[in-house]
């Protein structure tokens, strides 16, 4: 087994490495399209609050405590909207976080979110768009940039606003993710210089090189990158998106200024910071959940399917950008390679469903399912499926199935980090082998302990699940400890450590 690490830090010892008393004087301002809660009608009737799904709220929540902070986002349901706005006492934690919800216009948030967000700029940014025939934009997409993302990143902007004027204090805006590309300029346009807040955005996808971007029109196009332009300080997950964006700036942002070594742009009289700050996980909330006794149940269970073959796992959202067909392909060509594996092996795949009112989303599943039933039929027996796939959103099976994989599959053809790379080795108990694309955002940090392939390459994936199954005892244990000391040492408050102490330093040097 692989060494577990000691406790991590506290809340306030949190606090003294982030040195939150800088910001003790300060009001935080985060915006996303979805918030830390939704507020639902259970089966009784009654309106409850459900923690909202991401890392975002727990990287966030060590630091909440102790300073004050409004988030704003998108109502999901109409008992978000009967809310509004009201305080929502922070989990694990001492005080509590201002909320506010907006709420669009449906044809207003169905071009934002299902039209421009999604899957324009997802697919457009994951570089997915087949450009000899996709994408179509014809008068419904410029109807939906116009009436929908534009109209609700200002409207965004127009909260923000009205919370920046509400408070004396020096002001931070937290800007989250493709959905806001628009809203620090609309802030700046709306605010006089001398109440201008500090604000930060960080894009939790890919940001692909300029020649890709050349799939939006101009107006399109330079919008975004103005929008992004009147940032304060632009985080990225890898160092290559950052460079991407600085290349992307320079190829179509005119009288834009760029400077690569320093990660800077200067535009409109401004300067734009670019760095590169990986998200993570909470790894001691994760260690925690080990003990959780629904945890302990599902791993029961699944240790019932596994028996005593060797597991390939795969956790995933069902997203063509996952690449979770071709994982299914090389793993058949593993079984046509090296027979020996044969009744001995089982991929067991968890996939959670994702984005069902998006069109290209639609028969994703069909396509894998056909695969995964054309390999059963292939190879399977009486007595072996080689293929398992359970579909749902369940995180804590999820956490079971990581305790107890030999081979975690992470194949991205583009993925900005992704988690399930750092949830596996933190969980698992069989120092299993991470199999990781070099596409994802994780291996900037993860490649010493994992093996890398090409999310294309089908033979290299099949001989890297080969190499991992077949692989030794002792190099299993090195990479299982070098995978849980980088996570470890790099975790979700190291994230949010990093942006805070960059605000700071450029606070002290302006």
């Given at each position: 087994m692989a060494d577990r690490p000691e406790v991590l830090p506290t809340g306030a010892e949190i606090r003294e490495d982030i040195d939150l008393n800088t910001f003790s004087d300060w009001h935080i301002i985060i915006a996303s399209n979805r918030g830390p809660v939704v507020h639902i009608e259970n089966s009784d009737g009654e309106v409850i609050q459900q923690k909202g799904s991401g890392g975002l709220i727990t990287g966030l929540s060590g630091m909440l405590q102790y300073i004050n902070a409004t988030w704003i986002s998108c109502a999901q349901t109409p008992q978000d909207v009967d809310f509004l706005e009201g305080d929502i006492p922070l989990e694990e934690a001492n005080g509590s976080i201002h909320v506010k919800f907006i709420n669009p216009e449906q044809a207003a948030y169905d071009g934002y979110y299902n039209v421009i967000a999604n899957p324009l700029l997802w697919f457009l940014q994951h570089s997915m768009w087949n450009i000899s025939s996709e994408p179509v934009i014809d008068h419904a997409t410029w109807d939906a940039w116009e009436n929908g993302y534009k109209k609700v990143n200002h409207l965004f902007a127009q909260e923000i606003v009205k919370a920046v004027e509400n408070t004396g204090k020096k002001t931070l805006v937290m800007l989250q993710d493709y959905h806001l590309y628009l809203t620090a300029r609309y802030i700046r346009d709306l605010l006089p210089k001398a109440k201008q807040p500090t604000i930060l955005h960080f894009t939790h996808i890919p940001w692909p090189g300029p020649e890709y971007w050349r799939i939006l029109p101009p107006t399109m196009r330079q919008g975004i990158l103005d929008g992004l332009c009147a940032v304060d300080l632009l985080g990225f997950q890898t160092e290559e998106d950052g460079l991407n964006f600085i290349r992307t700036v320079e190829s179509h942002l005119p009288r834009a200024h760029v400077k690569y070594k320093r990660g800077r742009i200067w535009y409109r009289n401004?300067?734009?910071?670019?760095?590169?700050?990986?998200?993570?996980?909470?790894?001691?909330?994760?260690?925690?959940?080990?003990?959780?006794?629904?945890?302990?149940?599902?791993?029961?269970?699944?240790?019932?399917?596994?028996?005593?073959?060797?597991?390939?796992?795969?956790?995933?959202?069902?997203?063509?950008?996952?690449?979770?067909?071709?994982?299914?392909?090389?793993?058949?060509?593993?079984?046509?390679?090296?027979?020996?594996?044969?009744?001995?092996?089982?991929?067991?795949?968890?996939?959670?469903?994702?984005?069902?009112?998006?069109?290209?989303?639609?028969?994703?599943?069909?396509?894998?399912?056909?695969?995964?039933?054309?390999?059963?039929?292939?190879?399977?027996?009486?007595?072996?499926?080689?293929?398992?796939?359970?579909?749902?959103?369940?995180?804590?099976?999820?956490?079971?199935?990581?305790?107890?994989?030999?081979?975690?599959?992470?194949?991205?053809?583009?993925?900005?980090?992704?988690?399930?790379?750092?949830?596996?080795?933190?969980?698992?108990?069989?120092?299993?082998?991470?199999?990781?694309?070099?596409?994802?955002?994780?291996?900037?940090?993860?490649?010493?302990?994992?093996?890398?392939?090409?999310?294309c390459d089908i033979y290299a994936t099949a001989e890297a699940i080969h190499q991992g199954l077949s692989m030794g005892m002792e190099e299993r244990n090195s990479r299982a400890r070098s995978l849980h000391w980088l996570i470890k040492n790099n975790d979700i408050y190291c994230w949010l450590k990093d942006q805070l102490h960059a605000i700071v330093e450029m606070s002290r040097k302006s």
């Open positions: 401004h300067a734009t910071h670019i760095q590169d700050f990986p998200i993570s996980i909470d790894v001691a909330n994760l260690e925690a959940m080990r003990q959780d006794e629904e945890v302990i149940e599902q791993k029961k269970k699944l240790q019932k399917i596994i028996t005593d073959k060797k597991l390939v796992l795969r956790v995933d959202r069902i997203d063509p950008s996952k690449n979770i067909i071709r994982g299914f392909k090389a793993f058949e060509e593993l079984l046509s390679l090296h027979p020996e594996y044969q009744e001995k092996v089982l991929f067991l795949a968890l996939l959670v469903p994702s984005r069902r009112e998006v069109e290209e989303y639609k028969d994703y599943l069909d396509k894998i399912m056909a695969i995964s039933g054309q390999i059963n039929a292939g190879y399977g027996t009486s007595e072996w499926e080689p293929v398992r796939i359970l579909v749902g959103e369940n995180y804590k099976r999820a956490i079971a199935a990581l305790q107890l994989y030999d081979v975690l599959l992470v194949n991205a053809v583009a993925d900005g980090m992704n988690l399930v790379a750092k949830e596996g080795p933190i969980v698992n108990e069989r120092n299993g082998v991470l199999v990781l694309s070099e596409r994802a955002g994780a291996s900037q940090q993860l490649a010493p302990g994992a093996i890398v392939i090409s999310p």
